[in-house]
């Protein structure tokens, strides 16, 4: 006897729909919390792909509306790669407090 259940043409998948307000939400936490794709969906029980696919909806409907120069893009730029290594550092120093705590009693 197998227990896998096959589905009939009677039977339905439910699909879960998301306000717009939590669309906006969850982009946000790749946009500007500096979450992953896969971090926010993880965090949200959703896929990927859907965030990704609502990232793309809003950046190109604020892309319409406002385009940035090239020298807002180059500060943009400087600014992400900035803020990455800035995140990198915090990590290290964290680590590094951790370890010497453990060294000095």
Same mark, same amino acid.
């Given at each position: 006897m197998s227990k896998l259940k096959t589905l009939s043409s009677s039977d %339905?998948?439910?699909r879960r729909t998301f306000s717009?307000?939590?669309k906006q939400?969850?982009?946000?936490?790749v946009t500007e919390q500096g979450y992953s794709?896969?971090?926010a969906a993880r965090s949200l029980d959703l896929h990927p792909n859907l /965030? =990704?696919?609502w990232k793309n909806k809003f950046m190109g409907t604020q892309k319409d509306s406002s385009q940035?120069?090239?020298?807002? %893009?180059? +500060?943009?730029k400087r600014l992400r790669k900035e803020n990455r290594e800035l995140r990198t550092e915090k +990590? /290290?120093? %964290? %680590?590094a407090t951790i370890f010497f705590a =453990?060294?000095?009693p």
């Open positions: %339905k998948t439910v717009e307000e939590f939400d969850a982009v946000s936490l794709l896969a971090q /965030i =990704r696919n940035l120069s090239e020298d807002e %893009k180059t +500060e943009l +990590e /290290i120093l %964290k %680590k =453990r060294e000095n």
